[in-house]
Each structure stands twice: as structure tokens, then as C-alpha cells.
């Protein structure tokens, strides 16, 4: 079985299969997506999995927490020795830097943990054995992933570092801040860890800088953003929380996100006000286009069917709109439910 595999929120398996099929058919691949509704993860079949992989990149796919190529699929496994068959599976592929076992993070795939973790210390000394894996975790060669289905059926594939999530499942491990005004104060934590390295980070989020948080209300977004140094004026008829407020550095306007424009241009914007998804990408490319901004950082509420074609046509507008050369990362975050983020900056 040839092709890709990605992971991703569970009940979102038909939106990131849309995204994989017209990914790949605007990269001329011939196949077709495989996934089951709340299971967590989209295969997409196709021939030349390596060539598709190539083309279709893990920063592009905005459903996709992980992807990874596909090589085989075990049915039938005896409980009792799960590493023969898999073993000859894997020889003839050439040496791995590291291996990660893991499930859906999905109602059925969760209980699988256990197995996954239990299956590594299994599986590791055989490959090393074997000389199929390095005897240190050597980032320069492929990643070897096992992926448990049911105890008895698993895939395989591998992933390039340089292509795809450094974290176990796609999954960034992120403490909730104990005194955090909101929950949503780890989506823009979340945000400014994935879509920026250490270097981009300290060289566009300094202290002393000034930011719009838009629809700011309790807090969450605007307090992240003090952590970091910077100046908020925070956009909500909403009250804030006081421990927000107690930082001294977020002036909290009552006002209307989609009216409200700042008094001086600013390096930050951010947005998670609850609206269409039309309407807020049109309104952010306004600022981009006025200068407002030079990085912004929003989220986009899909609670529509079609969330790839909704993504796609926001996207694609608030581009256009904006007028301006731009560098765009999007993607359904860990801790985003029903929605994505977006990370815009000016080249
Ligand atoms: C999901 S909450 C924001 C949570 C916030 N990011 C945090 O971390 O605490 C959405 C907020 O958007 C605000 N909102 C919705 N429409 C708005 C508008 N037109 N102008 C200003 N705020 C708006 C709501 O009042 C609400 O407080």
C-alpha cells in the first residue's frame, strides 16, 4: 500500500481528504483519498507515494497535524510476535533515525496507547539489531512510524524531519498556564510556537512593540502577548479579566472589531472574534492593505460542511485583498476545535 498518511482532528477526516485530492491533482497525481468519519487520520493512495510527498508539503496541508509516507499495511498480526513480519517490511528501506509507535488520537485509536508504547521498547533493540535503525535519534535520516489501527492491523510509513511534525501524533505538549485568563490563551501560544522558529520569533515579537488583539475579550490572546513585552489594544465590548488588566500593559478599548483602526501603525494584529470566516478574512486583508500590520495572527470559526472549499476561498480572498507580497501559514492547530489559525506576515 503506497501513498500518504496524514493525522488530524478527529471529525475532520472528510475536510482534509478534499484538501489531499486537490492538492495532489494540482500537483498531477493520480489517486484517490481513503478515511473513515472519526477515525483521525486520511490515507491517499497513490502509486508514486515518494514523488507526492515531495510535492505536497507538510507546512501547505492546513488539515493535516502530521504527514508521513505510506509503505505497507499489516492485517492479521499474531499478538505474540509483531516485530518478525514487520521487520521484513521495513528491511530494504534503508537506515531510520528514529522510531515513533503511535495510534489515532481518535475514540477508538486512544486505548492503543498503552500498546504503542509498550510495542517501542519491542521494536527498537530489533531494528537496531538489524542495523535499520541509528543507535542515537539522527535527525538527518527518515523517521520510521508504526501506526496501530487495531492490535492486530497497523501501517508503516516514514516521515523527513524537514517535511513533517517533530511531535509524537502531530501533537504539541503545551502546559496550560495556571492563571491564564482563557483556555484560548494556549491557541496563540500553540500559534506562536508552530508558525515561527526561535530566530523568527525573537526577531518579529519584541518587547515594547504594539498590538491590536480584536475581539480580545477575557484576555487570553492579550496576555500572551504582554508575556512577550508587547503593548495590546485590546477590541471587545466584553470585559476583560483582571489579571489580564493587571499587567499594565493592555489598553482595553469598547469598540467594534470590524470598525475600530488604530491610531498609529502597529507591528501585531490579532483576531479571534466568533464571525463568518468571509467577513474576517476580509477584514483582516484591510489592515494588511492599509499598512495597519506588518504580522497578524488570526483564526478563522469554520462551522460550515465544506470546511476545505470555506478555507480555500478565504484564504485565496484575503490574499488577493491584501494587496501586499505576503508570507501565509495556515493550519487547524492542536488546540483549535472548529476553526484554524493563520499566521500572516509582510515579506
Ligand atoms: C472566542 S472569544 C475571544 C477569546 C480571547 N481570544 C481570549 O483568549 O480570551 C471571542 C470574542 O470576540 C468578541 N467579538 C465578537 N464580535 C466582535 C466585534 N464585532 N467586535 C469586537 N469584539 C467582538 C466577543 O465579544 C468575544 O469576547
Given at each position: 500500500?503506497?501513498g500518504?498518511?496524514?493525522?488530524c482532528?478527529?471529525g475532520?477526516e472528510?475536510?482534509?481528504?478534499a484538501?489531499?485530492s486537490?492538492?495532489a491533482?494540482n500537483?498531477?497525481?493520480?489517486?484517490?483519498a481513503?478515511?473513515e468519519r472519526?477515525?483521525g487520520?486520511?490515507?491517499?493512495v497513490?502509486?508514486?507515494?515518494?514523488?507526492l510527498?515531495?510535492s505536497v508539503r507538510?507546512h501547505d496541508?492546513?488539515f493535516?497535524?502530521?504527514?508521513?509516507?505510506?509503505?505497507a499495511e499489516?492485517k492479521?498480526?499474531?499478538?505474540?510476535?509483531?516485530?518478525?513480519p514487520?521487520l521484513e517490511l521495513?528491511?530494504?528501506?534503508?537506515?531510520?533515525?528514529d522510531?515513533?509507535?503511535?495510534?489515532?488520537?481518535s475514540?477508538?485509536?486512544k486505548?492503543?496507547?498503552g500498546?504503542?508504547?509498550?510495542?517501542?521498547?519491542?521494536l527498537r533493540?530489533?531494528?537496531?539489531?538489524?542495523?535499520?535503525l541509528?543507535?542515537k535519534?539522527?535527525?538527518r535520516l527518515?523517521?520510521?512510524?508504526?501506526?496501530?489501527?487495531?492490535?492486530?492491523?497497523?501501517?508503516?510509513?516514514?516521515?523527513?524531519p524537514k517535511d513533517?511534525?517533530p511531535?509524537?501524533?502531530?501533537?504539541?505538549?503545551?502546559?496550560?498556564?495556571?492563571?491564564?485568563?482563557?483556555?484560548?490563551?494556549l491557541k496563540?501560544d500553540?500559534?506562536?510556537?508552530?508558525f515561527?522558529?526561535?530566530?523568527?520569533?525573537a526577531?518579529i515579537?519584541?518587547?515594547?512593540m504594539h498590538?491590536?488583539?480584536?475581539g480580545?475579550?477575557?484576555?487570553?490572546?492579550s496576555?500572551?502577548l504582554?508575556?512577550?513585552?508587547?503593548h495590546?489594544?485590546?477590541i471587545?465590548?466584553?470585559?476583560m479579566?483582571?489579571t489580564a488588566m493587571?499587567t499594565?500593559?493592555?489598553?482595553?478599548?469598547?469598540?467594534?472589531g470590524?470598525?475600530?483602526?488604530?491610531p498609529?501603525?502597529?507591528?501585531?494584529?490579532v483576531c479571534?472574534?466568533v464571525?463568518s470566516?468571509r467577513?474576517?478574512?476580509h477584514?483582516?486583508?484591510?489592515?494588511f492593505?492599509n499598512?495597519?500590520c506588518?504580522h497578524?495572527?488570526f483564526?478563522?470559526k469554520?462551522?460550515?460542511?465544506?470546511r476545505?472549499e470555506?478555507?480555500?476561498l478565504?484564504?485565496?480572498?484575503?490574499?488577493?485583498?491584501?494587496?501586499?507580497?505576503l508570507h501565509?501559514?495556515?493550519?487547524?492547530?492542536?488546540?483549535?476545535r472548529?476553526?484554524?489559525?493563520?499566521?500572516a506576515?509582510?515579506?
Open positions: 500500500m503506497n500518504l498518511l496524514c493525522y482532528r478527529q475532520f472528510p475536510d482534509l481528504a484538501e489531499l486537490e492538492r491533482a500537483a498531477g497525481f493520480h489517486g484517490y481513503k478515511t472519526n477515525s487520520y486520511v490515507t491517499y497513490c502509486e508514486d507515494a515518494a514523488a510527498s515531495r507538510y496541508i492546513v493535516a497535524r502530521q504527514k508521513l509516507e505510506l509503505f499489516l492479521d498480526l499474531n499478538p505474540t510476535d509483531r516485530v518478525t514487520m521495513i528491511a530494504g528501506r534503508g537506515r531510520f533515525g522510531i515513533l509507535v503511535e495510534h489515532p488520537d475514540d477508538e485509536g486505548p492503543l496507547s500498546l504503542a508504547r509498550a510495542f517501542t521498547n519491542a533493540p530489533a531494528l537496531r539489531k538489524r542495523g535499520l541509528s543507535d535519534e539522527d535527525a527518515p523517521r520510521l512510524h508504526v501506526f496501530f489501527l487495531a492490535g492486530t492491523h497497523a501501517l508503516l510509513a516514514s516521515s523527513d513533517s511534525s511531535f509524537p501524533l502531530g501533537v504539541p505538549r503545551l502546559r496550560a498556564q495556571a492563571n491564564a485568563p482563557s483556555r484560548s490563551a496563540l500553540e500559534a506562536l510556537m508552530i515561527m522558529s526561535d530566530e523568527e520569533r526577531k515579537l519584541k518587547p515594547g498590538a491590536a488583539d480584536l480580545a475579550a477575557p484576555g487570553g490572546w496576555w500572551i504582554t508575556k512577550h513585552g508587547l495590546v489594544s485590546s471587545d465590548n466584553g470585559p479579566s483582571e493587571a499594565g500593559l493592555i489598553n482595553h478599548i469598547r469598540a467594534d470590524f470598525q475600530w483602526q488604530p498609529r501603525k502597529l507591528e501585531w494584529m479571534d472574534m464571525e470566516p467577513k474576517v478574512a477584514r483582516m486583508a484591510e489592515w492593505a499598512g495597519w506588518k497578524a495572527i483564526n478563522l469554520l462551522p460550515m460542511k465544506k476545505w470555506e478555507t480555500r478565504c484564504l485565496d480572498e484575503f490574499e488577493q485583498q491584501s494587496g501586499k507580497a501565509m501559514h495556515a493550519k487547524q492547530l492542536y488546540h483549535d472548529e476553526e484554524i489559525t493563520v499566521f506576515t509582510v515579506i
